[in-house]
């Protein structure tokens, strides 16, 4: 199994405890679902409140539903906080890239698994100062290591 790897605009907190509880000292900050627990615990003994709620949230629920053997968060708000629509919102998570390669993709076109995400984030994006944009890139593992091979050829 791939490692499930940790990407987006973390905090230190979440970063040390990435690489304390799952990378030996000194390696990229990628971690097995089975850190991710470790992880999550340890995140949530934390003394201060998490600084990227909506991200942990993704992160949890596609974790959990989809079982992902990648999942990367990108948090692209700062790219789009000058536009129209996000004049007075206070939040700093409302624009995500999530890329997910999961088994759960098996025999769906890509509609369906953009729904089986939107369905799992629903009452985040429902959320007064939520998502507001989601773009996904949605593989299964065959077709994760057939874009690896095409792009090392």
Do not use: W
């Amino acid at each position: 199994m791939r490692p499930f790897a940790a990407a987006g605009s973390g905090t230190a907190l979440r970063t040390s405890a990435f690489r304390a509880l799952s990378a030996p000292s000194g390696s990229p900050s990628h971690f097995t679902p089975s850190g991710l627990a470790r992880c999550s615990a340890a995140m949530s003994s934390a003394a201060s409140p998490s600084h990227t709620p909506m991200e942990d949230a993704i992160r949890a629920k596609l974790g959990a539903a989809l079982s992902p053997t990648q999942l990367e968060i990108y948090n692209d708000s700062h790219l789009h906080s000058h536009h129209k629509a996000m004049q007075g919102s206070t939040s700093k998570e409302t624009h995500f890239r999530l890329e997910i390669t999961s088994d759960a993709f098996k025999s769906k076109m890509q509609p369906a698994r953009h729904r089986m995400v939107y369905a799992l984030l629903k009452d985040e994006m429902a959320v007064e100062g939520g998502i507001h944009a989601l773009q996904l890139k949605t593989r299964t593992p065959e077709e994760e290591e057939r874009a690896r091979q095409k792009e090392s050829s």
